[in-house]
């Protein structure tokens, strides 16, 4: 189990608590209401993911923290796809939205559309709620995420299905390799390394460090039926493991 990261030096904190996090929200609310207002006209959802990217990276850079990125020549090998990454904190978002260099729609809990900015940004920009406490509703999400997918935009799903509590590696949810069975594209898995020591969950100070995002080479799924979910989504999950494992180095960066 991962330790939770040592007190923060005092000046350390009061930097966090007075300028990080107050900045964070803020850049947060003002992206979030550019996003709202360019929905009244924008309605197909890419306007709102170019402000999204522009949060992104303003929300990197706010929280101190340098990125690097690994295997990036594994990010458009194909046209569509399904993009899978553990889920470590609430940073990964911005770490996702501001590195992936194409449009993508994402797959996430419905309860994040009843928060304010985020919620409405989802809402309003073509994103996909799931439901995991109702079948029949996270079917419906998942077809609707095959239609997606069908239509020519790629997916994003965090497969653990929430945030890990203590940094290690959870148990997959089968909902990321079904779409790409069912749509018949591949599945691309994506390791997130040092998200977690940046804001681990019930803390609410930003910890600068150094993180890794680490693109895998995509799983084709050409050929594979919707029995052969299990073994995909066990597949992923190693694939992420071993790459969570892999020294800094190991790969190209970008």
Known sequence: MRQRPDP????ARWHSNIFRAPLFFLVTGLFGTAALIA???ARTGRTQHRIAQVWARACLAVSGARLTVRGAEHLQ????????????????????????????????KKE????????????????????A?????????????????RSG???FVFPEGSRTPDGELKDFLAGAAFLAIRAQV??????????????????????????????????DTSGMTPRQTEDLTALLRSRIADMLEEPVGSMPER
């Open 133 to 149: 406490e109702n079948g029949r509703a996270s079917l419906s999400s998942l077809s609707a995420g095959v239609k997606a997918l």
């Open 8 to 11: 923060m030096p005092r000046l």
């Open 186 to 219: 591949p599945l691309v898995p994506i390791a997130l390394s040092g998200v977690y020591d940046l804001l681990p969950i019930h803390t609410s100070h930003f910890y600068p460090c150094d993180m890794t995002m680490t693109v895998g080479k995509p799983i």
């Open 153 to 155: 935009m790629p997916l």
């Open 39 to 41: 929905s009244l006209w």
């Open 77 to 108: 090998r194909y046209p569509v796809a399904v993009y899978a990454a553990n889920h470590t904190s609430y940073m990964d978002t911005p770490v996702i939205f501001g590195t992936l260099p194409f449009q993508f729609r994402i797959l996430a």
């Open 112 to 131: 994040l559309w009843s928060m304010p900015f985020i919620g409405w940004y989802l809402s309003r920009s073509g994103q996909i709620p799931v439901d």
